[in-house]
């Protein structure tokens, strides 16, 4: 796996997750633990769709069907390891909002290639 690989799937993934995670605690404080997750995906996807489009240096619609599946298997392995196992909610983990992120989680990257596939080399259209 070369360095480029390596930290888009790996290093974004990880830091993404990272983020969501983190913005749970800080939002435990304020917000019913029902609400956190609706309150964290907004600003999860505009963050993520940062990084897809300004930071991930693959090119190609395979290359995001990449990431969506690492990224995915990241969140789902992490908020089971570190939150499902490690917090054990009492009122569970898996709900509408969590399915809504592992979606999105996979959904993001393939948009994100499709757009790049149709856009083609250097911004212009392949149309």
């Known amino acids: 796996m070369d360095r480029r690989v390596a930290r888009d799937a790996l290093g974004w993934g990880i830091a993404l997750w990272a983020t969501g995670y983190a913005l749970g605690f800080a ?3 304020a917000l019913p633990p029902s609400l956190i997750g609706w309150a964290i995906l907004p600003i999860g996807t505009v963050i993520t769709l940062w990084v897809l489009f300004s930071k991930v240096q693959g090119r190609g619609f395979r290359y995001f069907a990449g990431l969506a599946a690492v990224w995915t298997v990241i969140a789902i392995v992490f908020d089971y390891l570190f939150i ?4 054990s909610p009492a009122d569970g983990y898996y709900k509408p909002d969590v399915y809504l992120y592992y979606a ?3 959904l993001l990257p393939i948009i994100a290639g499709w757009w790049n596939e ?10």
């Open 27 to 29: 939002f435990y404080f």
């Open 118 to 127: 149709r856009k083609g080399p250097a911004g212009h259209s392949r149309r």
């Open 84 to 87: 499902v196992r490690l917090l």
């Open 104 to 106: 999105l989680t996979f």
